[in-house]
């Protein structure tokens, strides 16, 4: 009887280590879903902007094509959105300085989405800096100055990435919420995902040819936008009207 009674005791104390460490695992989850935590962490260094406190922005990256820029720059026309960020990489301005020209006259922020499509968690310091570079002459070269905001061209980057970036005097910009319209999942998807959109979202959309839909969906997500009486600025307003929330990373 004594030894029965040991081993029930044991099997009681596993099966309270397990019940913890369920209850634990799901409050951290719970925690995670209404909070802000960030998805990047260390304990100093430079950080990456993704989340304002107030208003919206809304975020285009172009690193190539031909034909979908400028329709989404008649539609923000046609809706009377005078503010936007543009993410654009220095090669593709390079090939269209006049829709580059149209985004400056019509009042749009430029960012640099750096020159080429690399991945920078996955390339040397120095290949880093030497993109962001031909980046930065690409743009003086076609009069567009004062850039003061990056992307990292596919959205991955590391500690090394924001250290070249601060040292060159940029500010890293990500997102916190996709629209995955680079996944052509339907207009009406599109306008859904970004209807989840809350005060200090920065919205990322693209502009390059391989998101077909996004100028047909871009008058239901303004909609959207406007119905929750939500402000649409630039990522340097939203920076600049108030403190922006920013994760760090390693």
């Given at each position: 009887?004594?030894?029965?009674?040991?081993?029930?005791?044991?099997?009681?104390?596993?099966?309270?280590?397990?019940?913890?460490?369920?209850?634990?695992?799901?409050w951290f989850f719970y925690v995670e879903s209404i909070a802000q935590v960030p998805v990047f962490s260390t304990e100093d260094g430079p950080k990456a902007v993704y989340?304002?406190?107030?208003?919206?922005?809304?975020?285009?990256?172009?690193?190539?094509?031909?034909?979908?820029?400028?329709?989404?720059?008649?539609?923000?026309?046609?809706?009377?959105?005078?503010?936007?960020?543009?993410?654009?990489?220095?090669?593709?301005?390079?090939?269209?300085?006049?829709?580059?020209?149209?985004?400056?006259?019509?009042?749009?922020?430029?960012?640099?989405?750096?020159?080429?499509?690399?991945?920078?968690?996955?390339?040397?310091?120095?290949?880093?800096?030497?993109?962001?570079?031909?980046?930065?002459?690409?743009?003086?070269?076609?009069?567009?100055?004062?850039?003061?905001?990056?992307?990292?061209?596919?959205?991955?980057?590391?500690?090394?990435?924001?250290?070249?970036?601060?040292?060159?005097?940029?500010?890293?910009?990500?997102?916190?919420?996709?629209?995955?319209?680079?996944?052509?999942?339907?207009?009406?998807?599109?306008?859904?995902?970004?209807?989840?959109?809350?005060?200090?979202?920065?919205?990322?959309?693209?502009?390059?040819?391989?998101?077909?839909?996004?100028?047909?969906?871009?008058?239901?997500?303004?909609?959207?936008?406007?119905n929750k009486n939500l402000k649409m600025v630039s990522v340097s307003e939203m920076i600049a009207n108030g403190t922006a929330k920013s994760s760090e990373i390693k």
């Amino acid at each position: 009887m004594k030894f029965f009674f040991v081993l029930n005791g044991k099997s009681i104390k596993q099966a309270l280590i397990i019940m913890i460490a369920a209850l634990f695992t799901a409050w951290f989850f719970y925690v995670e879903s209404i909070a802000q935590v960030p998805v990047f962490s260390t304990e100093d260094g430079p950080k990456a902007v993704y989340k304002g406190e107030k208003d919206i922005a809304l975020t285009f990256n172009i690193g190539w094509g031909d034909e979908k820029a400028e329709p989404i720059l008649d539609v923000l026309k046609k809706e009377n959105i005078q503010s936007a960020t543009f993410f654009l990489s220095g090669a593709w301005a390079e090939r269209h300085p006049d829709t580059v020209n149209r985004i400056v006259k019509e009042g749009y922020e430029i960012g640099i989405l750096g020159y080429d499509y690399k991945d920078y968690t996955e390339i040397e310091e120095s290949k880093i800096r030497q993109d962001l570079s031909k980046a930065q002459e690409a743009f003086k070269k076609l009069n567009v100055k004062e850039i003061e905001l990056v992307r990292a061209p596919t959205g991955h980057f590391d500690k090394r990435t924001l250290n070249i970036a601060e040292k060159m005097g940029y500010t890293v910009v990500h997102w916190s919420l996709d629209s995955k319209d680079w996944t052509n999942p339907g207009v009406g998807q599109i306008v859904k995902n970004i209807s989840k959109a809350k005060k200090g979202d920065i919205l990322l959309l693209h502009a390059s040819d391989s998101a077909k839909q996004t100028a047909a969906a871009l008058p239901g997500i303004i909609d959207e936008i406007e119905n929750k009486n939500l402000k649409m600025v630039s990522v340097s307003e939203m920076i600049a009207n108030g403190t922006a929330k920013s994760s760090e990373i390693k």
